[in-house]
Structures are given as structure tokens and as C-alpha cells.
């Protein structure tokens, strides 16, 4: 395999290279065109992939992957004039005489590993970004969603040459494998755990990454809230995929004036959406028995340790239903671990202060949801936290505005996605200055008594 995947990665480079003058706005746009008419036209065998791979029901992979990526894909390609185009830039008064420009540049050959829990669309969004600002990508889907991961070759295969984009698939010895090679950028999403990983292995040849991580995204439902749009948004956000979701709910604060309320509200509405729990043909699946025995043994951990369960719909096999968890403390895994998975701890307060202390003890966040109708209390929560992204009366859906840059804070991300800032992420943006008529030269050596007055000249400028 490793000779295979070194003879692809030579091909592809020799292929990247000789097509680098010429790649422009036409074949960029015709790639994008080409990559559209294939997932449209496997619709129908995306759905099935991911019930194969995950017991997805139909409606949330057309919510979850399908649509993500076919947006994408259509912003692209009606955006892409416009973010290839050089950016002037004003000159300062050192280079007054030049013309500067910004001019967006093909990385070259990339890297795009992509994560099981949104495995199609977590697959062809960086892949549109990649092909946008003019590389050729190599993608590895993961090995946890074989279905997907081989419709995505299929895909690939069908609609690219292979000097362009190719599909490497494996498990954990064939990413080793790529993350050897010299990629001019890599784009992971994962774990931080992994990222570390993929950021040392980068280190080796220097190339820039993109790493879109995760992380325990609080959420905030203060005294002031809409409850039942709280509710709403909040059952969306953490069971959508079964909480497999790097942006969803990890655990709930809830101010202790609403929070007997607020559970009320937000069971009802669990039981509205997800009504015979586990079994629900609503509920997608856990993606594999090891990830259902973790969260299995995260509750086990928590009851044997004190915590209350509110809400519990059950467990079997790969299908848990939602669970709410009450009284935890920082010594039980949940409080330690990302969930990634459809068990929601509940912890109510009275102080925002110690609410905002406690978020900044942590790792910054990828995202940051409030709930609340006080302006000025979302506004001082926003300012003095930081995070990859904050959702105010709303879960997730910031993930789908391809006009907002989505990214991680260190441990939860580095570089962002999506929009324009994807094809900024596979970008180099080269500066070009043009000589018009400098005076440079007048104050080029000897430095005699002219020089050196106007060297005065230029500081009493500068005051």
C-alpha cells in the first residue's frame, strides 16, 4: 500500500504542477459543475450509504450531508470570480510610487482527511474549497462508514482524473502513510487528540493544516430565555446525529430561577421528537459498539458518582436514546471528556460570573450557544469568553452560513472553513509590489548631508 499510495502522490504532484498556470476560473467552475451533476444525481445512494453507516433516517442526511455539500458547491461556484480576483491595497508612505496587490494562489497538492460522524459532507466541503482556489487534493474518508467512504470514491472516480482529486481509502496505517508524504497543505477534521498528530506530522515537511476539532461547547439558557425556543433548538442541537456532532450542546447551564421549567419543556419536546427513544426511526445510531460502550460507561461513571437521571430512553446496542443528566461533578469522565453523543448534563446557576470563570477554565470551545432575552447580558457573556463560534437563540445552524468563517480556538480548531475562508485556507496569498516611481532612491547610500535631510523630512512626517 505504502508504494501505491507514494506512486499517487508523485503522480498527482507531477499533474499539479504542469496544470498550475493553467488552471483557472473556466476549469475551476467546470470541476465544481462536474462535482454538482454527480451528487445530484446520487441522491438516492447518499441516503442509503448513510442509513448503511450510521441508521441515519432519510430527512437529516438530506438536512445533515447531502444539502451542506450541494450548498457549498453552488456558493463556490458563484462566488469564485470574485475571491480570485487580486486585491489592491494602498500603498503606505515608505512605498509611495508602487502598486501592491494581493493575488490568491494554489497551494498545490492537499490533504483532506475526513472525520465518520458527517462523512459525506465533511468529505466534499473542504474538497470544494481545495478545488476552488486551484488544487489537487488526495481524500481519506474514514474507515468507520465503509458505505459512504466507498460511494465517496465512487463518486471521485467517476468525475475527476486522478492527477486531480483522489480517493485513498484504509484505515489508521494508510493515514500514517499519507501524513508521511510532502503535502503543500493538509485540512483534518477530528479529534484534538488526532490533530496533535496530524499538526506533528505537518511539522515534518512544514506544511500549513487546516484543523477543524471540537470540543465541550457549553450552552447558556439564562433567567430570561424563551424557554420553548430554547427547547427547540437545544433537542435539535444535541441529538441531530445522535450528539455526534463537534458543534453540539456538551453540556447545559441553566439559570436556577427557570431551570425545573426548562426541564420540563426540553423532556417534552425530547419526547415529541425522539418519542419511543432508543428504538426511535427518528434517532440515528452510535457509529460503532466501542463508541456506544463509552457513553455507556460515561453514564455508569456519573450515576455510580452521585449524578441523577431525569431523562433516560435507553440503550441498546448502537442505539441509545437521549439522556438528561443531573448533579454532576468535575471528577465524573463527562465533565472531563468531550460526550460526543446524545447524553446532555444539566447544571443550574445563579451567578453569570462563576458561569463565564468556569467556561474560561477550560479549552476554548468550538462553539458557544446563549439563550437568553437580556442584549446586554448575551453581550457581556460573548465578550468576556472566547470560542470558535457563538450561537445566540440558536444551535448549530452558524455551521451552514457560508458567509461566516467557521473555525476552532486552539485546542478546538486551527484556521477556518467554509465560503470564502475556505478558499482562503487552500490559498497562498502572494503579495506583489510593482515599481511606478519610487523615491526610494534618493536616500539610497552615501548617506551625505541631502540623505540625511531627508531622512528629517520623513520623521517629522511620521511625528
Known amino acids: 500500500m505504502n508504494q501505491s499510495i507514494a506512486t499517487l502522490f508523485a503522480r498527482m504532484k507531477a499533474g499539479n504542477d504542469a496544470r498550475r498556470a493553467d488552471f483557472g476560473l473556466a476549469d475551476r467552475r467546470a470541476a465544481l459543475d462536474r462535482l454538482a451533476d454527480v451528487v445530484r444525481r446520487n441522491e438516492a445512494a447518499i441516503i442509503a450509504a448513510l442509513k448503511a453507516d450510521l441508521g441515519r433516517p432519510e430527512a437529516e442526511t438530506i438536512l445533515t450531508d447531502y444539502l451542506p455539500a450541494l450548498q457549498e458547491i453552488v456558493h463556490a461556484r458563484r462566488q ?3 475571491w480570485m480576483r487580486p486585491r489592491r491595497v494602498w500603498p503606505t508612505l515608505a512605498t509611495f510610487g ?26 466534499l466541503g473542504p474538497l470544494v474549497s481545495c478545488l476552488a482556489a486551484g488544487n489537487a487534493a488526495i481524500l481519506k474518508p474514514s474507515e468507520l462508514t465503509p458505505a459512504t467512504s466507498a460511494l465517496v470514491a465512487r463518486i471521485v472516480a467517476e468525475t475527476f482524473p ?9 484505515d489508521k496505517t494508510a493515514a500514517e502513510t499519507l501524513l508521511a508524504l510532502p503535502f503543500d497543505h493538509i485540512f483534518f477534521t477530528g479529534s484534538p487528540a488526532v490533530g496533535r498528530i496530524v499538526m506533528a506530522a505537518a511539522a515534518k515537511t512544514l506544511a500549513s493544516v487546516t484543523l477543524e ?88 461513571d456519573a450515576v455510580e458518582k452521585g449524578a441523577r437521571l431525569p431523562l433516560a430512553s435507553g440503550l441498546d446496542g448502537q442505539s441509545i436514546g437521549p439522556h438528561l443528566i443531573e ?3 468535575p471528577d465524573m469522565r463527562l465533565s ?26 477550560q479549552d476554548k470551545p468550538l462553539a458557544l450557544y446563549i439563550f437568553d432575552g437580556d442584549r446586554s447580558r448575551v453581550e457581556e457573556i460573548t465578550r468576556r ?47 506583489v ?22 531622512i528629517g523630512l520623513v520623521k517629522r512626517v511620521l511625528g
Open 80 to 82: 469564485l470570480r470574485r
Open 98 to 123: 508602487a502598486s501592491g496587490r494581493i493575488e490568491p494562489q494554489p497551494r498545490g497538492t492537499c490533504l483532506i482527511i475526513a472525520p465518520w460522524n458527517f462523512p459525506f459532507q465533511l468529505a
Open 162 to 170: 486522478p492527477d486531480l482529486v483522489a480517493v485513498v481509502e484504509g
Open 213 to 300: 476539532l471540537g470540543g465541550k461547547s457549553p450552552v447558556i439558557v439564562g433567567p430570561d430565555a424563551d424557554l420553548k425556543r430554547a427547547a427547540d433548538w437545544i433537542t435539535f442541537g444535541k441529538f441531530v446525529n445522535a450528539g455526534q456532532t463537534c458543534i453540539a450542546p456538551d453540556h447545559l447551564y441553566v439559570h436556577a430561577t427557570v431551570k425545573e421549567a426548562f426541564v420540563a419543556a426540553l423532556r417534552a419536546r425530547i419526547a415529541r421528537a425522539y418519542g419511543s427513544g432508543e428504538a426511535s426511526p427518528h434517532l440515528t445510531r452510535i457509529v460503532s459498539l466501542s463508541h456506544a460502550a463509552r457513553l455507556s460507561d460515561l453514564i455508569a
Open 327 to 329: 448533579n454532576t461533578t
Open 336 to 361: 472531563q471528556e468531550e460526550i460526543f453523543g446524545p447524553i446532555l448534563p444539566v447544571l443550574p446557576y445563579t451567578d453569570t460570573d462563576a458561569v463565564i470563570a468556569a467556561i474560561n477554565a
Open 385 to 431: 469568553t472566547t470560542s470558535g463560534t457563538v450561537g445566540i437563540n440558536l444551535t448549530l445552524l452558524h455551521y451552514t452560513h457560508l458567509n461566516l468563517p467557521f473555525g476552532g480556538v486552539n485546542t478546538s480548531g486551527i484556521g477556518a472553513a467554509h465560503g470564502q475562508a475556505g478558499f482562503r485556507a487552500f490559498s497562498h496569498e502572494r503579495a
Open 433 to 454: 509590489l510593482r515599481n511606478r516611481f519610487l523615491m526610494l532612491p534618493l536616500l539610497f547610500p552615501p548617506y551625505g548631508p541631502r540623505v540625511m535631510r531627508l
